[in-house]
C-alpha cells in the first residue's frame, strides 16, 4: 500500500494540494511531492505545467516561500529540457525551450480567431485552407499573438522581473538556456536522429570523439534543484519560529533589499 501511495505522488504530484490549504502549507506540500519526483526521466512538461498552478494559486509576489520555489520549478524544467537535448528529443526540448504553448491566429480583415497547432505549420491550418490551399504570399495577412508562451522563457523573465535574486543567479538561467540550444544544434550537425543512434555512434567512437561529444552536451546537475528545495524547508522553520514569538514575519516588496538566502547564487 505504501509503494502504490509514493508512485501516485510521482505519477501526479500535483494531486495532494488542496486549495483549501495555507498558502504556507500549500507551497510545502508542492515542495515535498517535488522531492519524490524521478528527476529527469519522470519529468515532462504536462507535469511541471500540473506543479505551477497550485503554487499560482497559493503564492504572490511578496512571498520569499513561493520565489524560492519558483525557482526550483525553473530548475526543474531546465532539468527535463536539458536531458531531451542530451537525448536527441529536439521537439520535446523546443517545446520548454522556445516553442509558445498556445498562439491565437486570425486572417485580416475579417477572419474568425483560432487557436494555431503547436506543431505544424501555420499554412496548413484548417482555418486558413477552407477555401483552397493558402498562397505562400498571403501569409502576411494572418496576425498571431502569443497567448502562453513557453515555460523556460517564461520562467526566466518572472525571476527577472521580480528583484528577487541577483543578476548573477538569472544569468546562469540564461546560459543554461543556451547551452540547450547549442547543444540540440551541435546534435543535429554531427548527426543524429536518435538517442539510439547517439548511443551506437559512441560505441565505436574512441577516447577522444566521446569526450568532445560529452563536452556539447548539457548534462546538467540536480544541485540547485535540491539546494532551493532545502532552502524553502528552512525558510518555513523561519517562518514558524518567528510566529511562535509573536514577531511579524517580513515580506519582500520589490524595490527592498532581498535577503542573503534569496539574493545569493544557489
Given at each position: 500500500?505504501?509503494?502504490?501511495?509514493?508512485?501516485?505522488?510521482?505519477?501526479r504530484?500535483g494531486?495532494?494540494?488542496?486549495q483549501r490549504?495555507?498558502p504556507n502549507?500549500?507551497i510545502?506540500?508542492?515542495n515535498?511531492?517535488?522531492d519524490c519526483?524521478?528527476?529527469?526521466?519522470?519529468?515532462?512538461e504536462?507535469?511541471?505545467?500540473?506543479?505551477?498552478?497550485?503554487?499560482?494559486?497559493?503564492?504572490?509576489g511578496?512571498?520569499?516561500?513561493?520565489?524560492l520555489?519558483?525557482?526550483?520549478?525553473?530548475?526543474?524544467t531546465?532539468?527535463?529540457?536539458g536531458?531531451?537535448?542530451?537525448?536527441?528529443?529536439?521537439?520535446?526540448?523546443?517545446d520548454?525551450?522556445?516553442?509558445?504553448?498556445r498562439i491565437e491566429?486570425?486572417r485580416r480583415?475579417d477572419?474568425?480567431p483560432?487557436?494555431?497547432?503547436?506543431?505544424?505549420?501555420l499554412r496548413?491550418?484548417?482555418?486558413?485552407?477552407q477555401a483552397?490551399p493558402?498562397?505562400k504570399?498571403a501569409?502576411?495577412?494572418?496576425?498571431?499573438l502569443?497567448?502562453t508562451?513557453a515555460?523556460?522563457p517564461?520562467?526566466?523573465?518572472?525571476?527577472a522581473d521580480?528583484?528577487?535574486?541577483?543578476?548573477g543567479?538569472?544569468?546562469?538561467?540564461?546560459?543554461?538556456?543556451v547551452r540547450?540550444?547549442?547543444t540540440?544544434?551541435f546534435?543535429?550537425?554531427?548527426?543524429?536522429?536518435s538517442?539510439?543512434d547517439?548511443?551506437?555512434r559512441?560505441?565505436?567512437?574512441?577516447?577522444?570523439?566521446?569526450?568532445?561529444?560529452?563536452?556539447?552536451?548539457?548534462?546538467?546537475?540536480?544541485?540547485?534543484f535540491?539546494?532551493?528545495?532545502?532552502r524553502?524547508e528552512?525558510q518555513a522553520v523561519h517562518?514558524?519560529?518567528r510566529?511562535?514569538?509573536?514577531?511579524?514575519?517580513?515580506r519582500f516588496?520589490?524595490?527592498?533589499?532581498?535577503?542573503?538566502?534569496?539574493m545569493?547564487?544557489?
Open positions: 500500500m505504501a509503494f502504490f501511495v509514493l508512485f501516485e505522488a510521482k505519477r504530484p494531486i495532494g494540494v488542496s490549504m495555507h502549507s500549500a510545502l506540500s508542492l515535498r511531492a517535488m519526483l524521478a528527476v529527469p526521466h519522470g519529468v515532462n504536462g507535469l511541471i505545467e500540473r506543479l505551477l498552478e497550485p503554487l499560482e494559486r497559493a503564492g504572490n511578496t512571498s520569499n516561500l513561493y520565489w520555489s519558483l525557482a526550483r520549478l525553473t530548475e526543474l531546465l532539468l527535463c529540457a536531458h531531451y537535448a542530451d537525448n536527441c528529443e529536439c521537439c520535446a526540448a523546443g520548454l525551450l522556445l516553442n509558445p504553448r491566429a486570425r480583415p477572419g474568425k483560432f487557436i494555431k497547432k503547436r506543431h505544424g505549420r496548413d491550418e484548417k482555418a486558413l485552407t483552397g493558402l498562397p504570399a501569409l502576411h495577412q494572418v496576425t498571431c502569443v497567448a508562451p515555460l523556460l517564461m520562467l526566466h523573465d518572472r525571476l521580480s528583484g528577487f535574486f541577483g543578476a543567479y538569472i544569468e546562469e538561467i540564461a546560459a543554461r538556456m540547450i540550444a547549442d540540440l544544434r546534435l543535429a550537425a554531427y548527426p543524429v536522429d538517442n539510439e547517439l548511443y551506437r559512441l560505441q565505436w567512437a574512441d577516447a577522444g570523439e566521446r569526450d568532445f561529444v560529452q563536452r556539447h552536451l548539457c548534462c546538467f546537475t540536480r544541485d540547485h535540491d539546494r532551493f528545495g532545502r524553502v528552512a517562518h514558524r519560529q510566529a511562535r514569538a509573536g514577531q511579524r514575519v517580513g516588496r520589490p524595490g527592498m533589499t532581498p535577503n542573503a538566502i534569496a545569493e547564487t544557489p
